[in-house]
Structure formats: structure tokens, C-alpha cells
């Protein structure tokens, strides 16, 4: 089968791979119908984050189960399913706690001698801790599988910041990057019912898609300017909760001066950097909470799939280009120059 490897910076290939077989009675094979390229694999694209020539990459999915192991009874073959973006057993502490991103069995799409999601075809470990079925008349409808593709990753990590940050009716909610997650997060806020959102980012074409999930202001300035105007539309105080959502210094400190007294921050995106921008004499002195991390996106499925199932919530337009598998490296590319916000994989076949 085909799927998309990383051999060094910047040089990504997509080519012919063993075909994923059942190698414990708990796997599933999954034929990929949709994946995508997120934003946080741009760092081993860039070279900043290291893997190993040929190694496989891409941990959002979806698709068709076409094989299970003799212990796998929560899904069969034709099931239409969706995968979180780590595997996960199910029944550990963790799992059991609602924390399948800590599981004492789980792992990493693309880890070194695992498939990634960005190809034909996946094995899934422990097949019925990880995946979620899907109706099966979704299959055809290729605007509804994109919105549930999100479930996989940035809806979920979106939840869990706009979670973490305290998100809530009458609450004013500030999010700090325009990304993919970013925008899910604007998106989460709302559902959790939110009054005022303020979405920071300069970027037109995604700043309007903000607006579109719900988002009452758009801050373009940065830095301290970025702090200043948000402090002008709330009154001097700054927002209930803050969402940070893109993992550098800068943008940790931009969340923490916009957050209000007594105030919590929900931090999602993935750190890098030389620091943190987190001053904890700051925060102990104005009461300011910070949660987050790796969000555990497989209990929030759940939660989530009947909204988009409905159409409560709509994601789908995160997706701004669409590739087919052979296409991976120019999505890569297009991401890594910000001309596509998340770019969609389809199936080849």
C-alpha cells in the first residue's frame, strides 16, 4: 500500500509500504477513507521535533474496518470508525479516569514501528479501547466525513482547552492562535455557551472563519499590543478564560497578561521554545489557573459526535485544501508557507 514517510527536513515521500496486518487478537485493520496533516506535524516537518529516516507519520484517521483479531468485539469488518489521535486500551486507571492520552498500554500514531494515519490503511491497536463507530451512511457524504475527521484531534483538543480555560455560560473567552485548534477552540467555547469570545490572530481568511464559529471580536495586534486591546474591550480586566493555543513564550505570555483576575488559562498547544513565558509570581498574585496539556480526545468523542452528527457544530471549514495520498508532500509544504490552514487527505483508491 501507499503512505506518507519522513526521511529528513522537509523531505517528506509518500511510497509502497508493507500492508497493515492484524498482529494481535486485539488489532484492527482500518482502510483509511480521511486523514489530514495537522499543525503540530509541521515540527518534525521543519526538522524540530526528530524522527527517523522512513519513518511513518500522520495521527488523524478515519475509515472502514476490514480485519479484527479474535478478541476485538466492539467493531467489525464494514463498520465505519474514527480514530483518536493516540491508541489507547480502554480499561486501565487512566483510561478509566477519562485520561486515554496517560494510558499505560496507549502510544502515538507513527511512532517508530507503528503506521501512521497519513496512507491507505492502519493497524489499530487495541481496536476496541480506541475506536469510535461512526454511522455508516456517513461513508457518502463527503462534507459530514470531513466535520467527523476533527473528532480524531482538533476538535477534541479544542474542547479541552476551551474546558480548561473555563469556558461557560456568560463567560468572556479569549483565544490566543488562529490555527486549527485554535478555531475549534472558538467553536468549543460557544457550545459550552459562552457570551463573548475574542479571537487573536491576523490572519483575514481565518480570523472570518473564527467569526463564522462564533467569535463576537477579532484582535490582529500581537504582543503587548495584543494585551492592550484586549484589555480596551474588557473594560481593563481582561477574559474569564483564555485559551493558548500555539505553544511558544510569546504566546504563553500573551495569555497570561489577557487573563483576568482569578481567570484561567487552558493550554493546548504544544510547547517549543527557549521558555515558557510563565511567571508564577504573576499568577499566584492574581489568582490565575492554568490546565491543559494533551487532550484526551477519545473520551470527548463521545460527547461531541452527536453535535456534529446533527449539525450543532459544524468544523469542516478548518479543512482549506484537499490532496489526495500522492499529494501529502505538497500539503506539507503548502501548511509550512501558511498557505492552507489544515489541509484534508482523501482516500486514492
Request: charge should be negative; charged fraction near 20%.
Amino acid at each position: 500500500m501507499r503512505a506518507t514517510t519522513i526521511h529528513a527536513p522537509y523531505d517528506m515521500r509518500v511510497e509502497d509500504v508493507p500492508d497493515p496486518v492484524v498482529q494481535l487478537p486485539t488489532d484492527a485493520v482500518v482502510r483509511v477513507l480521511r486523514s489530514c496533516i495537522c499543525g503540530s506535524d509541521l515540527w518534525a516537518y521543519r526538522g524540530e521535533a526528530a524522527r527517523q529516516p522512513g519513518q511513518r507519520i500522520g495521527h488523524e484517521f478515519l475509515g472502514v474496518v476490514e480485519e479484527t483479531g479474535s478478541e476485538v468485539a466492539g467493531v467489525r469488518r464494514g463498520d465505519l470508525v474514527v480514530a483518536p489521535f493516540m491508541w489507547s486500551d480502554g480499561v486501565c486507571d487512566y483510561c478509566r479516569e477519562g485520561l486515554t492520552t496517560s494510558c499505560e498500554h496507549g502510544g502515538f500514531w507513527g511512532a517508530v514501528g507503528y503506521d501512521g494515519g497519513q496512507g491507505e490503511a492502519v493497524r489499530v491497536p487495541f481496536a476496541d479501547g480506541t475506536l469510535v463507530g461512526l454511522p455508516k451512511e456517513a461513508a457518502s457524504d463527503d462534507h459530514l466525513l470531513s466535520a467527523l475527521l476533527t473528532l480524531s484531534d482538533v476538535l477534541g483538543t479544542g474542547h479541552h482547552a476551551a474546558l480548561g480555560a473555563g469556558a461557560r455560560p456568560g463567560a468572556t473567552v479569549a483565544v490566543v492562535g488562529d490555527g486549527a485548534v485554535g478555531l475549534c477552540a472558538v467553536l468549543a467555547a460557544k457550545r459550552l455557551g459562552a457570551e463573548r469570545i475574542i479571537a487573536l490572530g491576523r490572519h483575514e481568511v481565518r480570523t472570518d472563519i473564527a467569526r463564522r464559529f462564533g467569535a463576537t471580536d477579532v484582535v490582529a495586534e500581537r504582543g503587548e499590543a495584543a494585551v492592550e486591546a484586549v484589555r480596551e474591550l474588557t473594560h481593563g480586566q481582561g477574559a474569564h478564560a483564555v485559551v493558548e493555543a500555539v505553544g511558544t513564550e510569546q504566546s504563553m505570555r500573551t495569555a497570561v497578561n489577557i487573563t483576568r483576575d482569578g481567570g484561567a488559562i487552558g493550554f493546548v498547544g504544544v510547547p517549543h521554545g527557549s521558555g515558557t513565558g510563565l511567571d508564577l509570581g504573576v499568577m499566584f498574585d492574581r489568582n490565575i489557573a492554568l490546565r491543559g496539556g494533551v487532550a484526551p480526545v477519545r473520551a470527548y468523542i463521545p460527547q461531541l459526535l452527536p453535535d456534529v452528527l446533527d449539525g450543532t457544530i459544524d468544523p469542516s471549514p478548518v479543512f482549506d485544501m484537499t490532496v489526495g495520498v500522492e499529494g501529502v508532500p505538497d500539503g506539507y509544504k503548502a501548511m509550512d508557507e501558511r498557505t492552507a490552514l489544515k489541509v484534508l487527505v482523501t482516500d486514492a483508491r
